[in-house]
């Protein structure tokens, strides 16, 4: 069984950078492994530590010859309540509790809630959570400067825990002036998708496009139970989109996470956009060299619902295994993608193609090369928008997207069953025949099929023309 992306798994998968993935040999090893595309967290870490994994990765990228994609994800704001004189309090359950803007040290009575937007929008029967959902308290009465709770899940609770309000919409944007800092360096380093946290409405999407423009895809994460009241508004506006079932399985009924995560997976790829599964799928393994079985299901079944990526955080940014932690999602994804009932669910969720040309050839090119048991469909793209749509069909070939750009090369390292080529092989094509000859070549050097294996071609005619898919060819390998 592989144990790196040698022979390529459809389902992509995303590793984040931290303190035990931070040197070149591990960040190879992690490439080499399967990783397709590389997170890093902007809620940790210098610019100087940021910076310096960029150019690992981009070192990594040119001497394996493959593009790998860098996710900037953006901390978003942190809602968190103050200091205690004793650095913790036990919480009982039924006791009185205040949450105030003073910053007095708290005790076991009240402690500082520094968010007076909180404050604002809190109604009496509004549910707090704090440290993650291991405690909360109830509004009883609000004033213009405290909320007066009763303790309903008790617990310890220390300095600077997070505070989760799943009842309301906070008037807080989703990117804070820690986060324009971030975007604007990150934008300035040339990464391929920035990720926004704490999405809440449409208008949170609109104004982070308006900052990155075509610099990068925007990729939200879905965290947050107003999220999911404005889901298909969200979905229209940003590129590709992330289950991030941390804070979403915080804020929501943990029975209502798996569906959830079905829900925005089905949505997306409806639209055609890439989506990632994420949150604790081998949490054990930061500290074990195996996952546990409930684990392995855990992949699988994002393999299964037809996630286009899925994602280690700790297990690959500050566990023991790093390089373990990809190697062993890896094996799980392949192991996955060869069963036959799989393929025979890819199929079933097959989605009819919408009324226009590009997703009409789309949708053509995926039934003509499984009709043809076809090598490989090879997708001119100039922005990836081409590849992107061939790839919500599902195909069960290979997906070879050829573009001009490494932008687009980088881009496309996250979206499912692609893999993207650029260089002296894809040099701009002027005529069908060279569109052939270049797609021939291409196909050679990605070391798939064989002497007289079908391929299909997609393209436009004019050629090197965005958004132009308009053509549709049938060759063979020489």
């Not at 390529?8 to 490439?31: F, M, N, Q, W």
């Not at 291409?442 to 070391?447: C, D, G, L, N, P």
């Amino acid at each position: 069984m592989p144990t790196t992306h040698a022979l390529h798994c459809r389902t992509k998968i995303v590793a984040t950078l931290g303190p035990s993935s931070t040197d070149y040999e591990t960040i190879r090893d992690l490439a080499l492994a399967g990783a397709d595309v590389f997170r890093f967290n902007f809620s940790h870490g210098t610019h100087d530590d940021h910076a310096a994994r960029h150019a690992i990765v981009r070192r990594v990228e040119a001497e394996l010859g493959e593009p790998i994609g860098i996710l900037a994800d953006m901390q978003g704001p942190k809602l968190r309540v103050g200091k205690f004189a004793a650095g913790k309090v036990l919480l009982e359950k039924g006791a009185p509790f205040r949450l105030d803007l003073s910053d007095a040290p708290g005790d076991e009575t009240r402690v500082q809630l520094p968010h007076p937007e909180i404050i604002a929008v809190a109604k009496p029967g509004s549910r707090l959570l704090m440290d993650d959902g291991k405690l909360a308290v109830v509004v009883e009465h609000v004033g213009a400067d405290w909320l007066d709770t009763r303790v309903d899940v008790g617990g310890v609770l220390s300095n600077n825990k997070g505070v989760n309000v799943p009842d309301v919409t906070l008037p807080i944007p989703a990117l804070t002036e820690k986060d324009r800092r971030d975007l604007a360096f990150a934008l300035g380093l040339g990464v391929d998708y920035v990720a926004l946290s704490f999405v809440q409405r449409p208008e949170d999407v609109s104004e982070a496009r308006a900052l990155i423009g075509e610099r990068a895809n925007l990729l939200v994460k879905l965290e947050k139970p107003q999220a999911m009241d404005n889901l298909e508004a969200i979905l229209a506006l940003t590129d590709a989109v992330m289950v991030a079932r941390g804070d979403l399985g915080v804020e929501l009924p943990p029975e209502n996470v798996p569906l959830a995560q079905k829900r925005i997976i089905r949505q997306a790829r409806k639209l055609g956009k890439p989506v990632v599964v994420a949150t604790q799928m081998l949490e054990s393994m930061i500290s074990a060299p195996t996952p546990t079985r409930a684990e392995a299901s855990d992949v699988a079944t994002a393999v299964f619902d037809g996630a286009d990526a899925v994602m280690l955080s700790a297990e690959s940014a500050a566990g023991q295994y790093p390089r373990e932690a990809v190697q062993i999602m890896n094996r799980i994804i392949w192991r996955t993608e060869q069963d036959p009932e799989w393929q025979s669910m890819m199929a079933v969720a097959r989605l009819a193609p919408e009324d226009y040309v590009a997703d009409a050839i789309a949708s053509a090119a995926q039934q003509v090369a499984d009709t043809l048991k076809a090598a490989a469909i090879v997708a001119y793209t100039h922005r990836g928008a081409t590849a992107f749509r061939i790839a919500r069909e599902r195909p069960l070939c290979p997906v070879i997207g050829v573009t001009p750009t490494h932008e687009a090369a980088r881009r496309m390292a996250l979206v499912w069953g692609v893999r993207a080529f650029v260089g002296e092989s894809t040099k701009p094509v002027t005529s069908v025949e060279e569109m052939v000859e270049t797609a021939q070549a291409v196909v050679a050097k990605a070391r798939i099929g064989g002497t007289g294996n079908s391929i299909v071609i997609a393209a436009g005619v004019p050629f090197g023309v965005a958004g132009s898919t308009n053509l549709l060819r049938v060759a063979k390998i020489p």
